[in-house]
């Protein structure tokens, strides 16, 4: 099996989990079960549970759907700002381009986990932190290669032609640079879901995140780190999914190009 398909099959895999927790988890994520306290894997619990005898597994499936339901909405929100930024930067040069270069450098200054505690300084910790500091620390990246897309394809000859028959720069826009730079922004989008899912993970670890008692992989992590001799599985099985996550979204977007006509190609 090549790259590609390991990609796709590690992302089919995490969503059809997201989408089964929503419907169904084996016990409820948050019940407290003393007398099943550090239970290992096994026909009743599947990864086991932790140090309040919650079920592993169940919190798994529950954290999978905050994760990635947190990690797509913030790159969603960054590209959807980083590319009108980049449209209009580079349709419109000069001032207008220089001042959004000149923001765009002073944002990638600070890295998404730094703005979410500086954030969490200034307002609670919690879901809307993490959506704005991943979505801020995105918009950069999208500003710059729509940008630089744009620069090249408005020199274009079809362009110029529109251009001469009287087509306003809206439908310019529409009919001849989007459809020539969605190949790039999906893999940008891609690579950046899995930073996104890693930054979540951080914040959440790191206190400033999804609080209890919403399970996600990241907070999983914090809990465990105080029983991982004692229970190894309740540290594994966080870890683990986040890794193969995130490798399976780079396989996707360092290795393929999603075109307009449905099909992958190599690069």
Not at 159 to 186: C, F, K, Q, Y
């Amino acid at each position: 099996m090549d790259t590609r398909k390991w990609g796709i099959v590690i992302i089919g895999l995490v969503f059809a989990l997201t989408i089964l927790g929503y419907f169904y988890t084996p016990y409820d994520p948050n019940e407290v079960s003393v007398m099943e306290r550090f239970a290992p894997p096994g026909q009743s619990h599947l990864l086991g549970t932790d140090h309040f005898g919650r079920d592993v597994f169940s919190r798994i499936l529950v954290g999978s759907r905050v994760s990635l339901a947190v990690g797509v909405g913030a790159v969603a929100l960054g590209s959807l700002l980083g590319v009108t930024l980049g449209l209009w930067a580079g349709f419109r040069g000069g001032l207008v381009e220089e001042l959004f270069m000149r923001i765009s450098t002073a944002l990638q200054a600070f890295p998404s986990i730094l703005l979410a505690l500086l954030f969490a300084t200034i307002w609670q910790p919690g879901v809307p932190v993490i959506l704005w500091a991943v979505a801020i620390g995105n918009i950069p990246n999208f500003l710059r290669l729509t940008r630089s897309q744009v620069l090249s394809i408005k020199k274009r000859s079809y362009v110029e032609a529109a251009r001469a028959l009287g087509a306003t720069d809206a439908r310019i826009v529409v009919r001849h640079v989007i459809p020539n730079v969605v190949d790039s922004l999906l893999v940008q989008f891609t690579v950046s879901l899995a930073g996104a899912i890693l930054v979540e993970a951080s914040l959440s670890y790191l206190g400033v995140g999804i609080q209890p008692p919403t399970p996600s992989w990241g907070r999983m992590l914090r809990e465990a780190q105080g029983y991982a001799g004692l229970a190894p599985w309740v540290l594994l099985a966080p870890g683990l999914f986040i890794a193969v996550t995130v490798i399976g979204f780079n396989l996707l977007g360092d290795t393929w190009i999603f075109r307009r006509d449905g099909v992958f190609k190599r690069e």
